[in-house]
């Protein structure tokens, strides 16, 4: 992968990411959700599932100082209307500064808004060497990472360019990058600015820089949300809880890779807080008995005794249906609260009992012919975590991998869940 001239490539293109979940083209918190069943949250069922939360955290992030010289963010726009990649981000001690930048005082009066910023970068050049592929450029509007496609068509690339999942898009790249720049240093540090760019997109906690403090992060609901600028009647919503997970948990670990303390701080923390917001808000545990009972504190009976995961958390309600497949797919309910396998994956079921449950409430459904083995494969990795053997032989028969996993991913991940 060679670099830019214009400091915009990245290397992989965008549309190749979540392709499993709807048509090329359609952003996921655009589509209509058809046959939907839902009951809206009571007060009382909010409180206490906020409650288990906080009881549940443990954990507190490390404060992450801006280095002198970060210009402020503003509302500044540039002849342009998107601006390439450079080095928009400064955390921890191991960053250093873009040419051109300043340091001191000095640099904050002369760097007084992100318009400044934008305009520090060089402009986006068509001509002499393009760069094929749908690439990534920073847009100063509303200080964010968007794709070329999407600030063209706010369509495009599941509504990239309207900031729709930004954490879960990037997460997947920064989780690559971080496994690369660890086995190779210096790929690691050729690259370190636009990576910086990605994470900064969704995980920075810096008042004044090119991006928005944490872009995705509710930090009173105790999680993320995914819809971007598009206006929803039901308020703000997000689906993939792993896939916000994952986010953080790549930050962190792209962090610790370039020895940024504080940021892998940060990022451990979220992936940390928005495991317990999964394990409260979307998994449904149920007891034992005959016929189980809703063991969940935020859902009446009425839903939770026959469901065992939400589909799509909103605001102001919850739904049984996904943004691209009804209340009755209960594999791609389940698998879309699975991906990507990780190591992350164990400490977003760390009860092996609801696990079980979950596998078997889907049992049904997968067992049947219209079923993919794409999909099928989450389930089984999520029976690994208490029968191995039982999950290595279901394994071993898929056919086909989703496109965020493969075969070889799920051997690794049997054989670290093999006692």
């Known amino acids: 992968m060679e670099p830019s001239t214009h400091g915009v490539h990245i290397g992989v ?10 048509s090329a083209g359609v952003p996921h918190n655009r589509r209509p959700c058809r046959g939907h069943e839902w009951i809206g949250v009571g007060a009382q069922g909010a409180q206490d599932a906020h409650a288990v939360a906080l009881q549940r955290l443990h954990v507190r992030p490390a404060a992450a100082e801006r280095p002198a010289g970060v210009p402020q963010a503003g509302r500044g726009g540039a002849a342009s209307p998107h601006q390439p990649l450079h080095l928009l981000l400064w955390q921890g001690s191991g960053a250093r500064r873009p040419p051109g930048a300043h340091s001191g005082a000095g640099a904050r009066r002369r760097q007084p808004g992100r318009g400044a910023a934008a305009a520090a970068l060089r402009p986006l050049r068509l001509a002499g060497r393009h760069l094929p592929g749908n ?54 540090s050729r690259y370190r600015s636009k990576l910086s760019a990605l994470v ?43 896939e916000a997970a994952n986010a953080y948990y790549a930050g962190s670990l792209l962090a610790y890779v370039f020895g940024d303390l ?34 969940s504190p935020a859902y009446e009976p009425v839903f939770a005794d026959t469901n065992r995961m939400v589909g799509v958390l909103w605001s102001t309600k919850r739904d049984a249906a996904l943004w691209f497949a009804p209340p009755a797919d209960l594999d791609k309910r389940v698998g879309i609260q699975v991906l990507p396998i990780t190591p992350f994956l164990a400490h977003l079921f760390p009860d092996r009992s609801f696990a079980r449950q979950l596998v078997e409430w889907a049992q049904p459904v997968l067992s049947g012919g219209a079923v993919t083995d794409e999909w099928r494969g989450f389930s089984w990795a999520l029976q690994a975590l208490y029968d191995p053997e039982g999950a290595r032989a279901k394994i071993a028969a898929l056919g086909a991998f989703d496109d965020g996993n493969s075969k070889t991913n799920m051997l690794w991940w049997l054989a670290t869940n093999t006692p």
């Open 13 to 22: 293109s965008i549309s190749s990411i979540c392709a499993r979940r709807l």
């Open 135 to 188: 690439r990534l450029l920073y847009d100063p509007t509303w200080g964010g990472v968007v794709s070329e496609a999407g600030s063209r068509d706010k369509g495009a690339d599941f509504g990239l360019g309207m900031y729709n999942d930004h954490h879960f898009h990037y997460g997947y790249f920064v989780y690559a990058a971080a496994a690369v720049a660890k086995f190779d240093p210096v790929w690691g």
């Open 200 to 242: 900064a997109d969704y995980m920075s906690v810096n008042r004044t820089a090119a991006f928005p403090r944490l872009r995705n992060f509710d930090a009173y609901a105790l999680h993320s949300w995914a819809s971007g600028l598009f206006d929803f009647g039901d308020g703000r919503n997000q689906e993939s809880f792993s």
């Open 262 to 295: 504080p940021l892998a701080t940060l990022g451990a923390t979220l992936a940390a807080v928005e495991a317990v917001a999964a394990q409260t808000l979307m998994q449904v545990p149920a007891s034992s008995s005959s016929p189980p009972s809703s063991l």
